[in-house]
């Protein structure tokens, strides 16, 4: 004891250790992965660790999941803000240990650094220790971090905001813009970690920080006559301008591929104000900061999740802590600069999150370069919660500095306070955090070893699940929430949900929610709104939804549907453990196999454009999809026109970055790969590159002329070499930044 005393930051890191543990230790296990629900689906097992699984199993190869060709017909993985392959943390953990612990470990570790990082900028605004220790416990274990774990790439990304805002801070209060490489790297960490939204809020949250900052510093109206001052303000502007800058080219391997990506992306068409905030916050979510579980517990099943996303509204920092920041507040607001700036920086952020309700989102939205991009400006109480917590923070110290109290109880009062927080948001966390038996989850079924048999990496045809969300909805209601029983949950992975397949290999056209290359979603679209409903489980699939599937190579569907239309054959039919639902397995015969040979062919000029009744008119009747192929501009003339198909074509390796296709053209034709097409693609007849045409809407086709050819698909992600350069030159600038200050003082602005 006498040993901790005398070093306080041992015990302050003990401390830490002891309250981390309290709150994940069901997460401390290789055997459980952590699960937590959605409105249907559960982002940790159909997004995130999917996305991790194969990281794993790549590195371990000595490769990276640049491309993923068993989710939306291929998707270029890397360039998706949210995957976080580029990610430091996350190279180490799934290199050494095993994919579910290692996914676990990525959470815990995080929520670590976000408590390390938290303290130290408590530290910087003046707090004491156990202030510091509460700001940090308050804001890393509040309601809005702690519901959003189930986001990896968010709960990867958010630590880093208080180390960019410490960075930012003490620049100013050392007048050295050396600090500012601490802003560089944590925005750069975001990004690689997969998150640019909260990127995007820590960038706004340190612009206001910085005009505070420079609107308040000690001028006293001598700037124009004192080099000094002008050197100082230019010094701050050009430096945080660089920082920003810096941050950006550190993570250009992760920044680089995801602009590129984003103009072929479903999310880069542009929404409506109020198609962006559909749900937005509502006054009366604002009880939930004090009463977060009022309107029920989606962990449980007793909450609305069709008006209203509880993970979204929620930013519970506990009771005391709203107690403890009105004292501060009250008592301290005309003493500290630091409390009326984290007020107001507080109440902006709250008046963003209220979406609709407050003219400010909508400016926002339509004059400020970013706010058009994300959805959920609730995400913006981030900054809330963190005021909040520093807030907290003051009024804690303010009452441990009253002279009444002896060393003892001081000490007694901060350990009882601390032990006050921790059990309230625990209480939170525990009734939000589940796990689940990987094993048992990863067990694949009858179907499941059929399908990866039939349609394996290098098959010519594909899957697709029918029906998933309501396969989830009736397990969720069955469970009794994520935190019921799990036995409802084991029978829906039984269906293969979108990117769950990834793991075992299996090929399908299906990709989850809202996150996909936008030609690709529009089949998506189609075949998840296009059922008509009959009754029980009994659905009926217009001829539009079955050129849909047939033209991206499906030929089995996965379904909890009862399927009467005659091109589809029951192949298997089982009951499952969720009450009333069965899982049956039927084959479209007239499915286009992955690679084909036409030599007739139909152009549509500018297909992102069409309309949904002309998209469907292009797919029907299944017959013209076996005699022409859709082109978005005239071919190259290496052959005559005919009729019917051209030739054969066979794949004889796929693997997820190269794709070899043996084609016989007698005659010449038109060879489509039901591959997804992508700038990023290359193709190579007979050795020489030729240009990858956008076929089917949404696939890849090369024209060739008559003979046999070896046709090669190369995908080379030139924005990810790019990027690495960019990168490298940014670590190295950095370097030289370091090794330069030792022997200079010229990033010392104070220096006369």
Same mark, same amino acid.
């Given at each position: 004891?006498?040993?901790?005393?005398?070093?306080?930051?041992?015990?302050?890191?003990?401390?830490?250790?002891?309250?981390?543990?309290?709150?994940?230790?069901?997460?401390?296990?290789?055997?459980?992965?952590?699960?937590?629900?959605?409105?249907?689906?559960?982002?940790?097992?159909?997004?995130?660790?999917?996305?991790?699984?194969?990281?794993?199993?790549?590195?371990?190869?000595?490769?990276?999941?640049?491309?993923?060709?068993?989710?939306?017909?291929?998707?270029?993985?890397?360039?998706?803000?949210?995957?976080?392959?580029?990610?430091?943390?996350?190279?180490?953990?799934?290199?050494?240990?095993?994919?579910?612990?290692?996914?676990?470990? $990525?959470? !815990?570790?995080?929520?670590?650094?976000?408590?390390?990082?938290?303290?130290?900028?408590?530290?910087?605004?003046?707090?004491?220790?156990?202030?510091?220790?509460?700001?940090?416990?308050?804001?890393?274990?509040?309601?809005?971090?702690?519901?959003?774990?189930?986001?990896?790439?968010?709960?990867?990304?958010?630590?880093?905001?208080?180390?960019?805002?410490?960075?930012?801070?003490?620049?100013?209060?050392?007048?050295?813009?050396?600090?500012?490489?601490?802003?560089?790297?944590?925005?750069?960490?975001?990004?690689?970690?997969?998150?640019?939204?909260?990127?995007?809020?820590?960038? &706004?949250?340190?612009?206001?920080?910085?005009?505070?900052?420079?609107?308040?510093?000690?001028?006293?109206? !001598?700037?124009?006559?004192?080099?000094?001052?002008?050197?100082?303000?230019?010094?701050?502007?050009?430096?945080?301008?660089?920082?920003?800058?810096?941050?950006?080219?550190?993570?250009?391997?992760?920044?680089?591929?995801?602009?590129?990506?984003?103009?072929?992306?479903?999310?880069?068409?542009?929404? $409506?104000?109020?198609? !962006?905030?559909?749900?937005?916050?509502?006054?009366?979510?604002?009880?939930?900061?004090?009463?977060?579980?009022?309107?029920?517990?989606?962990?449980?099943?007793?909450?609305?999740?069709?008006?209203?996303?509880?993970?979204?509204?929620?930013?519970?920092?506990?009771?005391?802590?709203?107690?403890?920041?009105?004292?501060?507040?009250?008592?301290?607001?005309?003493?500290?600069?630091?409390?009326?700036?984290?007020?107001?920086?507080?109440?902006?952020?709250?008046?963003?999150?209220?979406?609709?309700?407050?003219?400010?989102?909508?400016?926002?939205?339509?004059?400020?370069?970013?706010?058009?991009?994300?959805?959920?400006?609730?995400?913006?109480?981030?900054?809330?919660?963190?005021?909040?917590?520093?807030?907290?923070?003051?009024?804690?110290?303010?009452?441990?500095?009253?002279?009444?109290?002896?060393?003892?109880?001081?000490?007694?009062?901060?350990?009882?306070?601390?032990? &006050?927080?921790?059990?309230?948001?625990?209480?939170?966390?525990?009734?939000?955090?589940?796990?689940?038996?990987?094993?048992?989850?990863?067990?694949?079924?009858?179907?499941?070893?059929?399908?990866?048999?039939?349609?394996?990496?290098?098959?010519?045809?594909?899957?697709?699940?029918?029906?998933?969300?309501?396969?989830?909805?009736?397990?969720?209601?069955?469970?009794?929430?994520?935190?019921?029983?799990?036995?409802?949950?084991?029978?829906?992975?039984?269906?293969?949900?979108?990117?769950?397949? $990834?793991?075992?290999?299996?090929?399908?056209?299906?990709?989850?929610?809202?996150?996909?290359?936008?030609?690709?979603?529009?089949?998506?679209?189609?075949?998840?709104?296009?059922?008509?409903?009959?009754?029980?489980?009994?659905?009926?699939?217009?001829?539009?939804?079955?050129?849909?599937?047939?033209?991206?190579? &499906?030929?089995?569907?996965?379904?909890?549907?009862?399927?009467?239309?005659?091109?589809?054959?029951?192949?298997?039919?089982?009951?499952?453990?969720?009450?009333?639902?069965?899982?049956?397995?039927?084959?479209?015969?007239?499915?286009?196999?992955?690679?084909?040979?036409?030599?007739?062919?139909?152009?549509?000029?500018?297909?992102?454009?069409?309309?949904?009744?002309?998209?469907?008119?292009?797919?029907?009747?299944?017959?013209?999809?076996?005699?022409?192929? !859709?082109?978005?501009?005239?071919?190259? *003339?290496?052959?005559?026109?005919?009729?019917?198909?051209?030739?054969?074509?066979?794949?004889?390796?796929?693997?997820?970055?190269?794709?070899?296709?043996?084609?016989?053209?007698?005659?010449?034709?038109?060879? &489509?790969?039901?591959?997804?097409?992508?700038?990023?693609?290359?193709?190579?007849?007979?050795?020489?590159?030729?240009?990858?045409?956008?076929?089917?809407?949404?696939?890849?086709?090369?024209?060739?002329?008559?003979? *046999?050819?070896?046709?090669?698909?190369?995908?080379?992600?030139?924005?990810?070499?790019?990027?690495?350069?960019?990168?490298?030159?940014?670590?190295?600038?950095?370097?030289?930044?370091?090794?330069?200050?030792?022997?200079?003082?010229?990033?010392?602005?104070?220096?006369?």
């Amino acid at each position: 004891m006498m040993s901790l005393r005398r070093r306080p930051s041992l015990a302050v890191f003990l401390a830490m250790l002891a309250v981390l543990l309290i709150f994940t230790y069901p997460l401390c296990r290789g055997d459980r992965l952590l699960f937590m629900g959605d409105i249907t689906t559960s982002d940790v097992t159909e997004l995130n660790f999917p996305s991790r699984y194969l990281l794993s199993t790549s590195l371990r190869e000595g490769t990276l999941p640049l491309w993923n060709p068993f989710i939306g017909c291929g998707f270029p993985l890397h360039a998706e803000g949210q995957s976080g392959l580029l990610y430091p943390l996350n190279l180490l953990l799934f290199r050494l240990l095993g994919t579910t612990l290692a996914f676990n470990l $990525s959470v !815990i570790l995080s929520l670590l650094l976000c408590l390390a990082f938290s303290y130290l900028l408590s530290r910087f605004y003046g707090l004491s220790r156990p202030s510091s220790l509460y700001a940090a416990t308050a804001f890393t274990f509040s309601g809005f971090v702690m519901s959003k774990v189930k986001f990896t790439y968010m709960v990867n990304s958010i630590p880093w905001m208080p180390l960019a805002i410490f960075g930012l801070e003490k620049s100013f209060s050392a007048k050295n813009l050396k600090f500012l490489l601490l802003a560089s790297v944590a925005l750069a960490m975001q990004l690689l970690a997969g998150g640019p939204q909260i990127f995007f809020i820590t960038l &706004v949250l340190l612009f206001l920080i910085f005009c505070w900052r420079l609107a308040h510093l000690p001028l006293n109206g !001598i700037l124009r006559s004192n080099p000094g001052r002008k050197r100082l303000v230019a010094g701050l502007l050009v430096g945080f301008l660089l920082s920003v800058l810096l941050g950006m080219a550190l993570a250009a391997p992760q920044l680089l591929p995801q602009t590129a990506g984003f103009p072929y992306f479903n999310r880069a068409h542009g929404e $409506s104000f109020y198609s !962006i905030l559909a749900t937005p916050m509502q006054p009366g979510s604002l009880s939930l900061f004090f009463s977060p579980y009022q309107n029920g517990n989606p962990a449980y099943g007793t909450y609305d999740l069709n008006h209203q996303f509880f993970w979204e509204d929620i930013a519970y920092p506990g009771l005391l802590t709203m107690v403890l920041g009105l004292v501060a507040i009250i008592f301290l607001l005309k003493k500290g600069e630091d409390i009326g700036m984290w007020l107001i920086l507080s109440v902006l952020a709250l008046l963003i999150a209220l979406g609709g309700n407050t003219p400010l989102a909508e400016f926002l939205y339509r004059h400020v370069p970013g706010f058009n991009m994300f959805r959920f400006y609730q995400r913006f109480m981030l900054i809330t919660v963190m005021g909040l917590a520093l807030l907290a923070g003051k009024g804690f110290d303010l009452l441990l500095s009253s002279p009444r109290w002896q060393p003892f109880w001081r000490m007694a009062l901060a350990a009882l306070v601390l032990a &006050v927080l921790v059990l309230d948001l625990g209480l939170f966390s525990h009734r939000q955090l589940s796990t689940i038996e990987t094993d048992r989850m990863l067990s694949p079924g009858e179907v499941t070893t059929f399908l990866k048999e039939t349609t394996g990496n290098s098959g010519d045809y594909r899957y697709s699940t029918l029906g998933e969300n309501e396969a989830w909805e009736q397990a969720y209601r069955q469970a009794g929430g994520w935190m019921g029983r799990k036995d409802p949950y084991y029978e829906y992975f039984a269906f293969l949900p979108p990117n769950f397949n $990834s793991i075992f290999g299996i090929s399908g056209a299906q990709q989850y929610g809202a996150y996909g290359l936008a030609s690709v979603k529009m089949f998506w679209g189609l075949t998840y709104y296009g059922k008509v409903k009959g009754a029980g489980w009994e659905r009926d699939l217009p001829d539009c939804v079955l050129g849909a599937l047939a033209v991206q190579s &499906v030929r089995y569907i996965v379904t909890p549907y009862v399927l009467n239309e005659q091109a589809l054959e029951l192949l298997d039919s089982k009951t499952t453990g969720v009450e009333g639902m069965n899982l049956n397995l039927y084959q479209l015969r007239e499915a286009l196999p992955r690679a084909s040979i036409f030599s007739r062919y139909e152009v549509v000029a500018d297909p992102d454009t069409l309309t949904l009744p002309q998209f469907s008119d292009l797919l029907i009747p299944l017959s013209r999809l076996q005699e022409r192929v !859709i082109l978005d501009s005239e071919p190259e *003339h290496l052959f005559d026109e005919g009729s019917g198909r051209g030739g054969e074509a066979r794949i004889t390796s796929s693997t997820p970055n190269k794709v070899t296709v043996e084609a016989d053209v007698p005659e010449g034709g038109i060879l &489509v790969l039901n591959d997804a097409y992508y700038p990023e693609w290359h193709a190579y007849v007979d050795g020489r590159e030729r240009e990858v045409m956008r076929a089917n809407l949404a696939f890849r086709a090369v024209v060739l002329e008559p003979g *046999h050819h070896e046709v090669v698909f190369v995908f080379r992600p030139t924005s990810l070499y790019h990027g690495m350069l960019i990168g490298a030159a940014g670590i190295a600038l950095i370097a030289l930044v370091l090794l330069r200050h030792r022997r200079t003082a010229w990033l010392d602005l104070s220096t006369p």
